[in-house]
């Protein structure tokens, strides 16, 4: 059975794309911490972000940063957050999160619920400043 994260990729389970390459692909966290909170994964469907190659995960690092900037560029913030949990799903994914303060990184916080509109113009910024890069 294919990973959440792998249907999503596969256009089984609809996303707000942030961007994409021919690797990795990122969207908006449906149960963000704040609004642009972005997720980066692999589009091969790997458990583990430390099972990854090194020059993929190095690849993997280089996507995760030029989203990063485009998150900072349409949610204008103190610096873009990186987190790398993974418990909840068998996917490897980093989640890109705009901080205000080191308090907007903690997933312990009442999530975020946004409009579909809101959500897509989120992504859709985001995606605007990406292909910008």
């Given at each position: 059975?294919?990973?959440?994260f792998t249907r999503i990729v596969n256009g089984e389970i609809?996303?707000?794309?942030?961007?994409?390459?021919?690797?990795?692909?990122?969207?908006?966290?449906?149960?963000?911490?704040?609004?642009?909170?972005?997720?980066?994964?692999?589009?091969?469907?790997?458990?583990?972000?430390?099972?990854?190659?090194?020059?993929?995960?190095?690849?993997?690092?280089?996507?995760?940063?030029?989203?990063?900037?485009?998150?900072?560029?349409?949610?204008?913030?103190?610096?873009?957050?990186?987190?790398?949990?993974?418990?909840?799903?068998?996917?490897?994914?980093?989640?890109?999160?705009p901080m205000q303060s080191e308090k907007d990184m903690l997933?312990?916080?009442?999530?975020?619920?946004?409009?579909?509109?809101?959500?897509?113009?989120?992504?859709?910024?985001?995606?605007?400043?990406?292909?910008?890069?």
């Amino acid at each position: 059975m294919a990973s959440i994260f792998t249907r999503i990729v596969n256009g089984e389970i609809p996303s707000y794309k942030c961007a994409e390459n021919e690797e990795f692909y990122a969207f908006l966290d449906i149960n963000p911490l704040v609004k642009g909170h972005t997720l980066c994964i692999p589009r091969r469907e790997v458990d583990y972000i430390f099972d990854m190659e090194d020059d993929e995960i190095a690849r993997f690092q280089v996507f995760a940063k030029k989203v990063a900037i485009a998150i900072k560029e349409a949610f204008p913030c103190v610096k873009v957050g990186e987190a790398v949990l993974g418990l909840e799903v068998p996917h490897a994914h980093i989640h890109l999160i705009p901080m205000q303060s080191e308090k907007d990184m903690l997933f312990s916080n009442p999530k975020k619920s946004f409009s579909k509109e809101e959500m897509q113009a989120a992504a859709d910024a985001i995606y605007a400043a990406y292909k910008k890069l």
